[in-house]
């Protein structure tokens, strides 16, 4: 059975490739779970390959390609469904790619991201060696719910594989409370530079996940992460195993956790310092995640903006890097939720300078005008996105560039405009 899913998987990944149809990395495993909901517990009995798992609301996709980057760096091989699709039937369509007809993957690392929801279930299919926890954000509540209900889920599910070694975010109070009554885990956490010293409108987990109690925080680098502790129970931030890496090859705060995650993986691999930052220097940012397109002879950067706090921390990455044209892109597909009522958590306000050229598009142009206009912000909007990136990029002078934040569809829309296809 097992044989047929595969020869059946690989027939649509190279169809679809073959014809420009996307990456085939859905289908295959869809198809191969309805034959035999097994297959993946299957396939990985027989090989060999160090299993990882990554979750987190935001920087999975960039904290797995961070690791793969030293993995190939090193001369070690690899898989990792970097093309995003995050549930089981992803995972299952990325061992079938890399597998032989008869279910044998040759590997020594598999790099699995999964999707919040599906957590549980990867886990009890995958059993992983490694899981990073980067942290937990509201997004798309319509689908999700709160976080308390999803750190409830995780904490269930990662109690029953005492195996798995935990990589765990020691400044969020929810990722830290999945370490309570493990061994095998380990923190890493930011070295308490940068400060907001208060916690901002939006921040999303302010109370004691093991009391209730509101925290208190030392320290705020971004949204509810910092030095933090619950007076009530004494519930407080561990100290991390890491709280630097030698070598940051993207900005933004948010992106020294992914570093800082990898780097901390990588150790527990015994991979040293020198071989970490090579394989960091030839790092190559994935899709929509700080990607840089020239079109038109133009320089265009891809910001990935999907919830308040991608929003918020990239914005204040590209403001740091003196942006002057910025395009916001809002759609309410399923991949993004269908409620944008979360753009209203965004800090536009203390952010964003008056002065910048913005232009707003997508299926929710007008939601998102509608935001900037209370927000006192001059801005152009276009609804047709071609047209939009199209007014944007010829009005460029030679030497500036054009600063994109998309959500997760309307990045998909991006680049399709732009390179003439949706993902890879």
């Not at 997004?139 to 409830?152: N, P, T, V, W």
């Not at 409370?177 to 095998?184: C, P, V």
């Not at 759609?331 to 306000?349: A, C, K, M």
Request: hydrophobic fraction near 40%; charged fraction near 25%.
């Amino acid at each position: 059975m097992d044989f047929l899913s595969i020869l059946i998987g690989k027939t649509i990944i190279l169809f679809s490739r073959t014809f420009n149809l996307g990456s085939g990395s859905t289908w295959p495993g869809h198809i191969a779970l309805k034959l035999n909901q097994n297959f993946c517990r299957n396939i990985l009995s027989k090989s060999k390959a160090i299993k990882i798992v990554v979750a987190g609301t935001n920087g999975k996709t960039t904290t797995g390609k961070l690791i793969a980057s030293v993995l190939k760096a090193s001369q070690k091989t690899y898989a990792h469904n970097v093309a995003g699709a995050n549930l089981l039937n992803g995972l299952a369509s990325e061992l079938i790619q890399n597998s032989t007809l008869f279910g044998r993957i040759d590997k020594d690392y598999l790099i699995f991201e999964s999707d919040e929801f599906a957590l549980p279930q990867i886990l009890e299919n995958v059993n992983p060696d490694y899981l990073i926890c980067l942290n937990l954000f509201r997004d798309q509540l319509d689908r999700y719910g709160e976080l308390d209900s999803i750190a409830k889920r995780w904490k269930n599910s990662i109690d029953k594989h005492d195996s798995i070694t935990l990589i765990l975010n020691a400044d969020d109070p929810l990722i830290t409370y999945l370490g309570e009554n493990r061994k095998n885990k380990f923190y890493f956490g930011l070295d308490g530079k940068e400060n907001l010293k208060r916690l901002k409108h939006g921040a999303d987990s302010i109370f004691c996940p093991k009391c209730s109690t509101r925290l208190t925080f030392e320290k705020v680098y971004f949204s509810h992460l910092g030095i933090w502790r619950c007076g009530n129970c004494q519930f407080e931030r561990p100290k991390p195993t890491i709280i630097r890496a030698s070598f940051y090859p993207l900005d933004g705060i948010y992106n020294k956790y992914n570093t800082i995650a990898a780097n901390l993986l990588l150790n527990k691999l015994r991979f040293n310092n020198d071989q970490i930052v090579e394989g960091l220097k030839k790092f190559k940012p994935a899709f929509g995640r700080q990607e840089k397109i020239s079109y038109k002879g133009k320089a265009i950067n891809l910001f990935l903006a999907k919830n308040p706090t991608s929003f918020n921390e990239s914005l204040a990455t590209i403001m740091d890097l003196r942006a002057e044209n910025i395009l916001i892109v809002l759609n309410d597909r399923i991949p993004d939720g269908l409620d944008v009522s979360w753009i209203w958590d965004i800090g536009i306000e203390r952010i964003l300078d008056s002065d910048i050229n913005i232009m707003v598009s997508g299926d929710r142009t007008y939601d998102m005008a509608l935001r900037l206009k209370y927000a006192g912000i001059f801005f152009h909007s276009e609804e047709n996105l071609e047209n939009a990136i199209n007014s944007m990029v010829d009005n460029l002078d030679s030497d500036e560039k054009l600063y994109v934040l998309p959500n997760y569809s309307a990045m998909l829309d991006v680049r399709k405009i732009l390179l003439g296809r949706k993902l890879l």
